[in-house]
């Protein structure tokens, strides 16, 4: 049964990046990425990643698609065709499609319980984090005890990004409103901030 | 959508059980799928909805710009603070067994940390993507 649902998902999840390559509307082009999301989601959900499933649903198919919306307001509803051939580009995504396949001859098996990914600190988390922290939830366990320092390493970058936003897109803000040719200088210093962020 | 009756009473009657599927994914993260980071999507999308529907304006006399970018930098502070804290009471940093009323029974400490530090995340990632929502929507409103 689960090897149907995969099948099914990863069809229209193929289908749906074919799409998202060919339609110009980028009206269309939005709800299908938010599409894609979802169906990775799906694919999460089969996979037993519900928390990453989760994460996807909710920022993949839910915030960017508001996001891209609200860009779309400021770009337009149509893409352009692009000025050059697509067939430098098509030969770099083969070979370095071909590379990384390549690359994960190999790797041990998916999935497999022998795998070194299972056995370094994996046990240890699953076996004793009831003991030691005392929760069911051994995702939540690892996420804010075991590995603290990440997710609070995690959290300063969601803000960091935040702040490179607001220094892109209210510093241009304050320089339209100004309309000196200085200002606009300043708005290029931010853009590269925001970047980096 | 501002003339749209369905959409509007739609918005309208969903957006408290958002907020409260919000708080349920924050608060039952100990249990089940979710935790501190999917609540605050959730959240921001609450109100990112509210938006679309009855315009920015309306929404930010609720939840000003200025308070959003407030709970970006307050989430990251809660989180550091909890490690902070818990140095303070003779641990490592985020140690949260200092947490605990109980010195026998750790866990207790670790549950009263993972709740605190997972609700920095909530508020540093409702704030952070409610504010990026605002900058962009206010944006192509100033624009147009």
Known sequence: ?197 | MREEVIIRVGAKFLAPFIIMFALYVHFHGDYSPGGGFQAGVILAAAFALLALVYGLEAVQKVLPLRFTRMCAALGVLIFAGVGVVTMLLGHNYLGYNALASDPTHPEHGQHYGILLVELGVLVTVFGVMVTVFYLFAGRGRRGS
């Open chain 1, 1 to 197: 049964m689960s090897i149907v649902v995969d099948i099914v998902l990863f069809t229209l999840l193929g289908a749906t990046g074919f799409a998202l390559l060919k339609i110009r509307n980028l009206f269309a082009v939005v709800m299908l990425a938010g599409i894609y999301s979802l169906l990775s989601a799906g694919l999460f959900t089969v996979m037993d990643a519900v928390d990453v499933a989760f994460t996807e649903a909710a920022v993949g198919a839910g915030i960017s698609t508001v996001l891209f919306l609200g860009a779309l307001a400021l770009a337009g509803h149509h893409e352009n065709r692009p000025g050059h051939t697509p067939l430098l580009p098509l030969v770099v995504v083969v070979v370095t499609g071909g590379v990384l396949v390549y690359g994960t001859m190999d790797m041990p098996g998916f999935g497999h319980p022998g795998n070194p990914v299972h056995h370094h600190v994996a046990d240890h988390y699953l076996e004793e984090s009831y003991d030691e922290i005392g929760i069911p939830n051994v995702v939540t366990s690892v996420l804010a005890s075991y590995r603290g320092y990440d997710t609070m390493g995690e959290t300063t970058v969601v803000f960091a990004a935040a702040v490179g936003v607001m220094l892109l897109l209210s510093g241009a803000r304050r320089a339209r409103s100004r309309a000196s040719p200085g200002e606009g200088r300043d708005t290029g210093g931010g853009a590269g901030k925001g970047d980096a962020g």
